[in-house]
């Protein structure tokens, strides 16, 4: 399985992106996906993740409000709109992807995208 991130780029505060992230060949139902990120010189942080099948969703606090993970079965597209940007948003996303909810939560699963750098200026 891989996974091809797309859609970083340079925000001001309070602007918006959407990443995206395409995984190759078909996405079960059962498969859960998930965004997370890291900043420079810090450990990578859980962002999001969705059950594909059911759509159930599951966000950090940090984003909670902000940032919304969706999926479009159609397209076998994960997507992660992110609203309102601060500048302690700037890190390289990653989605990942994974049969298992606690283990994409807790940053475990097999598989993991190329990253995709998101700067936000002050």
């Known amino acids: 399985v891989q996974l091809q991130a797309s859609g970083g780029g340079l925000v001001q505060a309070g602007g918006s992106l959407r990443l995206s992230c395409a995984p190759s060949?078909?996405?079960?139902?059962?498969?859960?996906m998930g965004w997370f990120r890291q900043a420079p010189d810090k450990e990578r942080e859980y962002v999001a993740a969705?059950?594909?099948?059911?759509?159930?969703?599951y966000y950090a606090d940090s984003v909670k409000g902000r940032f919304t993970i969706s999926r479009s079965t159609a397209d076998n597209l994960l997507y992660l709109q992110m609203n309102n940007l601060k500048p302690e948003d700037t890190a390289i996303y990653y989605c990942?992807?994974?049969?298992?909810?606690?283990?994409?939560?807790?940053?475990?699963?097999?598989?993991w995208g190329q990253g995709t750098l998101v700067t936000v200026s002050s």
């Open positions: 969705i059950r594909w099948g059911t759509g159930r969703t």
């Open positions: 060949g078909r996405t079960f139902s059962s498969a859960v």
């Open positions: 990942t992807k994974d049969s298992d909810w606690a283990t994409v939560v807790s940053g475990r699963a097999d598989y």
